[in-house]
């Protein structure tokens, strides 16, 4: 699997004629944002586009698919090139694996330390706060106008992936590339207002239900919380919009490493947050996921109360070491 530059990666772009987008499982708005935006400019370019999902888009992420987002599978005899957007491993793709592997050529860009270069061709910049940050660079090396709608789908995926620029992946290059967008005539408070001021009454009880398992451990250095599946039942809430539970329990005074487990079949999503020195990636390995220092997740077979235990004991011992 070759790792590429930027300027290999938008040769082989243009080069395709057919291409299909994979952002991740659960996807986020930097995935889809980041997606939207390629779609967007590739189809400008004359090429046939789409984004194939297997889930159901956020609906305070919706606005960003104008007819871009397919499911079928089977919708392409040939596809000149599968692009994985914002993935780190095949996991991420989900089940749709076969059909990634199936184009004539993959591409895999990303900013997640842990991407393990899954496909032909692979950038991956781990320095880049957002997938988004590396789409923007993409299109200024393949000369590529950025319309408004554009700059905007690259703004949602950016102040996403930064939790509004509060994030420590924050960087200069971050406020200077959003800056940019500002200049392609991005309609700020639209966007803001779709993804972070439209939310369902269900996701307003679905968050009380997750705050009222809070735990704390280690002497209130870290917490966790879950959502069951008789909690969304109850609810009428969707998995999706749990989002940003991890990042509230992470804000609470005191608290250095937050946890959120959420049940699915026969399996536990965990993810968590650190807030200034402790490495939640080392923890997400330990069971064999990945991340980011401070935004790591993985999955564990097992139910919520036995999974809870499994990864408070190594939770801390991490936070234990940093005592020392």
């Known amino acids: 699997m070759k790792n590429c530059s930027l300027k290999q990666i938008a040769e082989i772009l243009q080069h395709g004629k057919t291409i299909l987008l994979f952002p991740h499982m659960q996807i986020d708005g930097d995935a889809l944002g980041s997606s939207v935006a390629l779609c967007r400019v590739f189809r400008k370019q004359g090429k046939q586009a789409y984004i194939l999902i297997e889930e159901q888009i956020p609906g305070n992420l919706a606005f960003l698919d104008e007819e871009y987002c397919i499911s079928d599978q089977e919708m392409f005899d040939e596809i000149d090139i599968c692009l994985a957007v914002d993935c780190s491993d095949l996991a991420r793709v989900g089940k749709r694996k076969d059909t990634f592997f199936n184009g004539k050529s993959t591409i895999s860009i990303d900013h997640h330390l842990t991407n393990i270069s899954f496909a032909d061709y692979n950038y991956n910049d781990g ?193 234990k070491t940093l005592e020392r």
């Open 127 to 319: 320095s880049a706060a957002a997938t988004g940050e590396i789409v923007f660079c993409l299109f200024k090396e393949m000369k590529s106008e950025i319309d408004t709608l554009t700059a905007e789908a690259l703004y949602a995926a950016i102040v996403t992936d930064t939790g509004n620029f509060q994030y420590s992946n924050t960087t200069k290059e971050t406020h200077l590339i959003t800056a940019n967008l500002y200049d392609h005539g991005i309609d700020h408070n639209k966007v803001i207002v779709s993804i972070y001021q439209n939310i369902r009454r269900e996701k307003v009880k679905i968050i009380s239900k997750v705050l009222s398992t809070m735990d704390f451990f280690c002497n209130g250095k870290g917490n966790i919380a879950y959502v069951s599946q008789d909690m969304l039942q109850e609810t009428g809430a969707l998995i999706h919009e749990t989002e940003g539970i991890v990042e509230q329990l992470r804000n609470i005074n005191g608290v250095e490493i937050s946890i959120f487990l959420k049940e699915e079949a026969d399996t536990i999503k965990v993810g968590m947050r650190a807030k200034t020195i402790a490495n939640v990636a080392e923890i997400a390995q330990y069971f064999g996921g990945g991340g980011h220092k401070k935004a790591a997740g993985c999955t564990i077979k097992g139910t919520l109360e036995n999974v809870k235990t499994q990864i408070i004991a190594v939770a801390e011992d991490h936070l």
